[in-house]
């Protein structure tokens, strides 16, 4: 079962207490810009286990002498930096599919299963099979 950090399950008490700052201390980062919680209908304050990830994150810093200013630069750096492995991964994913796709490139799949043949456009059934492609001359 996968857990979605992005999903919106704290009010601002919780999250408060698992971050271990005030309550006071949450609604000015809200404020600010520096870590920003999902809003209701009821426009009342939600936080995710990345925004708690983010308040622990910002109490360490301020902690070690960074300003806030550093502390929201480095936080936005930390995302960008996410969203660009994010998108390599689906580029990788993109250049794995263009190569099944290509004829006579691959020859079989060795798993916990044995040798399997794998077809053009085939994929082998489970992600930790050792796949050998053959050389196009």
Known sequence: MDFDEHAPLFVISVAAELSGMHPQTLRQYDRIGLVQPVRTSGKSRR???????????????????????????????????????????????????????????????????????????????RGDSVVLYRRKR
Do not use: H, W
């Not at 308040?55 to 360490?60: D, G, M, P």
């Not at 390599?88 to 043949?117: C, H, N």
């Open 47 to 125: 936080y995710t286990m990345r925004n708690v990830a983010q308040l622990r994150e910002v109490a360490r810093l301020s902690a070690e002498g960074v300003s806030l200013e550093g502390i929201r630069r480095i936080l936005e750096l930390v995302d960008e930096n996410l969203e660009l492995k994010q998108r390599v991964r689906d580029l990788e994913q993109t250049l794995a599919d263009q190569v099944i796709q290509q004829p006579g490139s691959r020859v079989f799949a060795a798993g916990d299963r044995g040798v399997v043949r794998i077809n053009r456009g085939q994929r082998p059934d």
